[in-house]
């Protein structure tokens, strides 16, 4: 009996706290029989509350590009057509399910967004805008879509990007060809008919990205290099092209 007393007493502790921690891999779903059935799941182990929330934002941010992707194919049905899709969703599937575009010539993240307001470019400006656009969000999450414990993120690639998205809402609203004409169309400027479903859909973005690189920069202790430009003068700021956290 005292042998038995002190084997618990030596391995108890040890014994709890990997239970504790097997706790955040257990998953628990509905099975067939309709009754619940817990699984595990041995990488959650290795994830932070942190790191769930950074999940969360990068599903939240890419799902928001895919929506403003949509919303500007319905508004430009014309930009699709130009690179010979047969539909919205073709297009869509196109830009988040690929990543040949020859068109862009190579043009990746700022690049590619700065085609989509020149004149002298005539194929689909919502392809090279939100192809643009979606390199340089997945740039400032290091091109990952699962964070772990190890996994760092810089606080700056994530506050450049929203810095970015302001200029390109500045952009899609001021930008305008030789003819006059905005070069892609997002929010319906007749008063009768106020639509700012684009404003706030990139609003929403900027957000995330800004909330996501606050708290990065407290986690990694680090400061932030805020810039203070004209939207109208300014130029896009680098993402990929920081040095990663090392």
């Known amino acids: 009996m005292g042998a038995e007393k002190q084997g618990y007493t030596k391995w108890g502790p040890a014994l709890l706290l990997g239970g504790l921690l097997c706790l955040p891999g257990c998953t628990t779903r509905t099975g067939h029989d ?24 990068q599903r939240e941010v890419a799902a928001g590009l895919k929506r403003l992707t949509e919303k500007l194919y319905r508004r430009n049905p014309r930009e699709w057509k130009k690179a010979g899709q047969p539909g919205l969703e ?3 599937a196109r830009i988040f399910e690929s990543s040949n575009w020859p ?8 690049q590619a967004v700065l085609l989509a307001f020149r004149d002298d470019y005539h194929g ?18 290091e091109h990952k879509t699962d964070f772990y414990v190890l996994d760092e993120l810089d606080a700056q690639k994530l506050y ?5 998205l302001e200029i390109i809402a500045w952009r ?15 929010n319906e400027p007749d008063p009768a008919f106020r639509n700012l479903s684009f404003e706030r859909e990139i609003g929403r973005l900027i957000g995330l990205l800004d909330f996501l690189s606050v708290v990065v920069a407290d986690k990694n202790g680090r400061t932030v290099n805020r810039v203070m430009q004209n939207l109208a003068t ?6 990929a092209a920081l040095t990663p956290l090392k």
Do not use: H, W, Y
Request: proline residues 3%.
């Open 34 to 57: 309709g009754k619940g059935e817990s699984r595990f799941d041995p990488r959650a182990i290795a994830k932070t509350d942190i790191d769930r929330v950074v999940d969360a934002n």
């Open 90 to 92: 073709a297009a869509v």
């Open 103 to 110: 068109e862009l010539e190579g043009r990746k993240e700022g």
């Open 124 to 141: 689909d400006r919502v392809l090279a805008l939100m192809a643009g656009l979606r390199g340089m969000t997945q740039a400032a999450f």
């Open 160 to 164: 450049n990007c929203a810095r970015n």
């Open 172 to 186: 899609l609203n001021n930008n305008r060809n030789v003819e006059g004409e905005l070069f892609i169309l997002s």
């Open 234 to 239: 300014a130029v896009l700021l680098p993402v």
